[in-house]
Nanobody, 114 residues
Framework: VQLQASGGGSVQPGGSLRLSCHAS????????MSWFRQALGKQREMVAQ???????DYGDFVAGRFTVSRDNVRRTTALEMTSLTPDDTAVYYC?????????WGPGTLVTVSS
């Protein structure tokens, strides 16, 4: 399983970013795709997840600011983030599970700063 995320970068508070993750090595349409993040000195936390054909789920802190989506043809999942704050600064990871094992992409850094 290979996961490759892209789209991170620096943005000012209140700004927006779109992350994308391409997956290979899995039957993509059958797998829940997830986004996690880890800020410096903090535990990794779930940002959003989207089951195949199911209803997306979000961490409480998202509060309607982010939208997760998937494209089963392109084997990608996207995370649209708006109204970003400095608290959203973290490394964001794309993740999925296969046969009981969790796989992680290498992560992409999002920095929210004025």
């Amino acid at each position: 399983v290979q996961l490759q995320a892209s789209g991170g970068g620096s943005v000012q508070p209140g700004g927006s970013l779109r992350l994308s993750c391409h997956a290979s090595g899995i039957n993509f349409r059958l797998h829940t795709m997830s986004w996690f993040r880890q800020a410096l000195g903090k535990q990794r936390e779930m940002v959003a997840q989207i089951p195949s054909g199911g209803v997306p789920d979000y961490g409480d802190f998202v509060a309607g600011r982010f939208t997760v989506s998937r494209d089963n043809v392109r084997r990608t999942t996207a995370l649209e983030m708006t109204s970003l704050t400095p608290d959203d600064t973290a490394v964001y990871y794309c993740s999925t599970t296969r046969q009981g094992r969790q796989f992680w992409g290498p992560g992409t850094l999002v920095t929210v700063s004025s």
